[in-house]
């Protein structure tokens, strides 16, 4: 398990890129925070360090539920589970198939998630209420102290 802190947008976007530079896919990115904490952000410099195209166009996919991206690294989708509710609204935006794709997938409120997918990363993101300074912790090596 590494922590890391981010004190800035910045930081936040940094520590993304540095994750998506160790990033090859098959793998799925696990994205768990409240509203606000940063994972669209993290997003945006997961999709930097992969070679995204253009990761300024990385956007929260709240209403599109699935955002498209090339990279160097070949395909990686972005998905909101946040309005999806049960098997058949995952089913409904082609989860199941996304998953099953060589490609590297991101999903922001993971916890939402009802598949099982194939060699995850889960990042947990929380907000210190006072100084505002995001904890990321993950469950393996691809966060560098």
Do not use: C
């Not at 947008?9 to 799925?28: K, N, S, V, Y």
């Not at 998905?79 to 099953?100: A, H, M, N, P, V």
């Not at 194939?118 to 102290?145: C, F, G, M, W, Y």
């Amino acid at each position: 398990m590494k922590i890391l802190e981010s004190g800035s947008e910045a930081e936040t976007l940094r520590i993304g890129e540095d994750i998506g530079q160790r990033l090859h896919p098959p793998r799925t990115i696990l994205l768990y925070g409240e509203l606000g904490s940063g994972k669209t952000l993290l997003t945006r410099g997961i999709v930097k360090g992969l070679g995204g195209n253009d990761p300024a166009r990385v956007h929260s996919p709240s209403f599109t539920l699935v955002n498209q991206y090339s990279s160097r690294k070949g395909v990686i989708y972005h998905i909101d589970l946040y309005r999806l509710e049960g098997l058949r609204d995952l089913y409904s935006i082609g989860l199941e198939e996304i998953l099953s794709e060589e490609a590297l997938v991101i999903i922001e409120w993971a916890e939402k998630l009802l598949l099982p997918p194939n060699n995850p990363l889960t990042i947990r993101i929380s907000v210190d209420p006072t100084t505002h300074v995001r904890s990321l912790e993950a469950d393996d090596q691809h966060l560098k102290a």
